[in-house]
């Protein structure tokens, strides 16, 4: 299946501060990628989708002024946590869907464990 | 997209079948079954998905009953790689973009 790659796989960093995940796919394009949480021992919860070239479309409770997201090109979207506290420490997860997919449309990243102390 | 329901956990030894019910009682006529599955500390992996007919890949098989309303996925021997969450999902494919929406799956225990 198609390669989707998350940088970096791990980050801590103190509260207050900014925090950007990377997510690429690796060997095809990508006009649609979404972001997932996932706190210990729960499901994963999409928090919004990426769309290239426009704003994206944030799921209800989601801040979007806090996960700035950013489609910039068909192979790229960048999640930033804003102002990190311990409370968004969790898993976060991107997954990216292929232009011409059907079907196997969603592949996923490996994840990042966000830590913020 | 229709709403699943997956036992929350189960036990099976290795290298024995590996049979993981999924209810979809409301599915529609054009919703896909998706299985994925999430080892700990990693992103989910696509596994198989169907229509209706049974299907059969390299990791695993697909049952899907006559009127749709449930599916098993087969894992047909079970190693303790396998050992993770496992998410059926329905869903028309594009539908909304192509995004997933995970329910709390199955934890699938395989013990030497």
């Known amino acids: 299946g198609a390669v989707v790659s998350q940088h970096p796989s791990w980050v801590i960093c103190k509260s207050g501060t900014s925090v950007k995940i990377e997510c690429r796919s690796l060997?095809?394009?990508?006009?649609?990628m979404f972001w997932y949480r996932q706190f210990p021992k729960q499901s994963l919860m999409l928090m919004a989708t990426?769309?290239?070239?426009?704003?994206?479309?944030?799921e209800q409770g989601v801040e979007k002024d806090k996960f700035l997201i950013n489609h910039a090109s068909l192979t790229l979207s960048t999640l930033t946590v804003t102002s990190a506290h311990p409370e968004d420490s969790s898993f976060y997860i991107c997954?990216?869907?292929?232009?011409?997919?059907?079907?196997?449309?969603?592949?996923f990243g490996q994840g990042t464990r966000l830590t913020v102390v | 997209d229709a709403k699943t329901t997956q036992p929350p956990s189960m036990d099976c030894a290795e290298g024995r079948a590996a049979n993981l019910p999924c209810n979809h009682s409301?599915?529609?006529?054009?919703?896909?079954v998706y299985w994925y599955r999430q080892i700990h500390s990693q992103g989910p992996q696509y596994i198989i998905h169907?229509?209706?007919n049974n299907e059969t890949n390299e990791m695993a098989s697909l049952i899907i009953t006559e009127d749709r309303k449930s599916s098993t996925l087969i894992l047909p021997h079970a190693t303790l790689r396998d050992t993770a969450v496992y998410y059926c999902?329905?869903?028309?494919?594009?539908?909304?973009?192509?995004?997933?929406?995970f329910g709390q799956g199955t934890e699938l225990s395989v013990k030497p």
């Open positions: 409301t599915i529609s006529g054009n919703e896909y």
């Open positions: 990426s769309n290239e070239g426009s704003k994206a479309t944030y």
């Open positions: 997954s990216a869907r292929e232009i011409r997919g059907r079907g196997t449309e969603a592949f």
């Open positions: 999902i329905v869903r028309v494919p594009g539908n909304q973009g192509g995004k997933l929406i």
């Open positions: 060997d095809f394009q990508a006009t649609t």
């Open positions: 169907g229509l209706k």
